[in-house]
């Protein structure tokens, strides 16, 4: 079973379009993250929740919109794409507390491509 | 300022050498954690080691060993016995404070290890 997964694994849109990613984790894990790798690897984060509650919302255009239905679902709505936002986006999740560490554990990534 | 620097944009050894990546970081906070991921080519980001800045001994799993010095502020990611298959992009991020919910770890920009035979 993948403890954290994401769909789709691909996307290619035209600019303008609004699309969808999806992020499930199967670990139990109270705390889910969004990262972007852009085309140098450069990993950035862009929203963390914490039990469904937004925690990290950094400077990221307002045109992503994260959505958390429950504590083991994280998606991300990006509206009216643009060039720019062709990335891989990596869904991570994360338990505090129960361990020192609280590392993350991310899914496969969703390479988004915008035409 | 950038809170993690990784100086190293690529690394070469031969196999079953030991290299090291280096990874300094800033922070004002007394309580901090210090992470080391691999991404092969496939993509998919491995957790690797972990350091506490309070732990008292240098981390160590396996072949992977973190060169932590507090003072200097830098947690050099150390491989022993380089094998092919470490040929990949590594990562170094920290999570900063105590509170963990939620607090995302910040990565460097990462260098990539050729290993070749």
């Known amino acids: 079973d993948t403890a954290v997964s994401q769909t789709p694994k691909y996307l290619v849109t035209q600019m303008g379009n609004d699309k969808s990613i999806k992020c499930e984790q199967n670990?139990?894990?109270?705390?889910m993250y969004w990262y972007k790798q852009d085309s140098k690897k450069f990993l950035k984060i862009m929203f963390s929740?914490?039990?469904?509650?937004?925690?990290i919302n950094e400077t990221v255009p307002n045109r992503f919109s994260p959505k958390s239905p429950d504590k083991a679902h994280l998606n991300l709505h990006i509206n009216s794409l643009e060039l720019g936002d062709s990335a891989v986006y990596f869904c991570a999740s994360s338990q505090a507390r129960t361990t020192p560490k609280g590392e993350l554990f991310f899914g496969e990534g969703s390479r988004l491509t915008v035409l | 300022a950038q809170k993690i620097t990784q100086t190293q944009p690529g690394m070469f050894v031969q196999e079953k050498e030991a290299v090291t990546l280096d990874c300094t970081y800033d922070?004002?906070?007394?309580?901090?954690?210090l992470f080391w991921y691999k991404q092969p080519s496939s993509g998919e980001m491995i957790f690797l080691i972990y350091?506490?800045?309070?732990?008292?001994q240098n981390a160590t799993e396996g072949r992977y060993s973190l060169n932590f010095q507090k003072a200097r502020k830098s947690a050099n990611l150390v491989i022993s016995a380089s094998q092919l298959g470490d040929s990949a992009m590594y990562f170094c991020?920290?999570?900063?404070?105590?509170?963990?919910?939620?607090?995302?770890?910040?990565f460097g920009k990462g260098t990539t290890l050729s290993v070749s035979s």
């Open positions: 929740y914490n039990n469904k509650e937004l925690i």
């Open positions: 922070t004002s906070d007394p309580s901090y954690g």
């Open positions: 670990l139990g894990h109270d705390t």
């Open positions: 350091q506490g800045s309070y732990d008292q």
């Open positions: 991020a920290m999570r900063e404070g105590q509170d963990q919910a939620g607090t995302a770890l910040i």
